[in-house]
């Protein structure tokens, strides 16, 4: 499993950096225009933020077994992909909708935490 988590935010961390770059040269100018500048950096840094999360949990999965490993991996990665996702969708499409399912990711994101936390309480 720690394999999957690694790729996956190896792919995370190629595409974040790929798009916070396109962001930032290509993209400025269009996303200040429409107001959606900050909204879109904000889709990168969470994403960011948790494709290094994804990241340690691979390796603590290669020194600690926990099935609660596991569930913060897949959190955090429909947490991604759900909040980033979001976020980057209403930034190309102005789809304003994609507001109210936002938050689903970062519920995704304290759930993976909070298995993380239960790694930690259940292995120590």
């Known amino acids: 499993m720690h394999k999957l988590f690694l ?3 190896s792919i995370s961390g190629i595409l974040a950096v790929g798009l916070g770059a396109f962001g930032a040269h290509a ?3 269009k996303l200040e225009t429409e107001g959606t500048l900050d909204i879109y950096q904000t889709a990168v840094q969470y994403q960011f ?3 290094l999360a994804l990241l340690g949990i691979a390796l603590l999965m290669t020194k600690i077994e926990s099935q609660w490993l ?3 991996g897949y959190s955090i990665t429909l947490g991604i992909l759900i ?3 979001s976020l980057y969708v209403l930034c190309f499409t102005g789809m304003k909708w994609l507001g109210a399912v936002t938050p689903i990711g970062g519920l995704m994101f304290i759930a993976g935490w909070l298995c993380l936390l239960m790694t930690a309480i259940k292995s120590l």
């Open 7 to 9: 790729i996956i935010s």
């Open 27 to 29: 993209l400025k100018s």
């Open 49 to 51: 933020y948790h494709t």
């Open 70 to 72: 596991t569930y913060a």
């Open 83 to 85: 909040f980033s996702g």
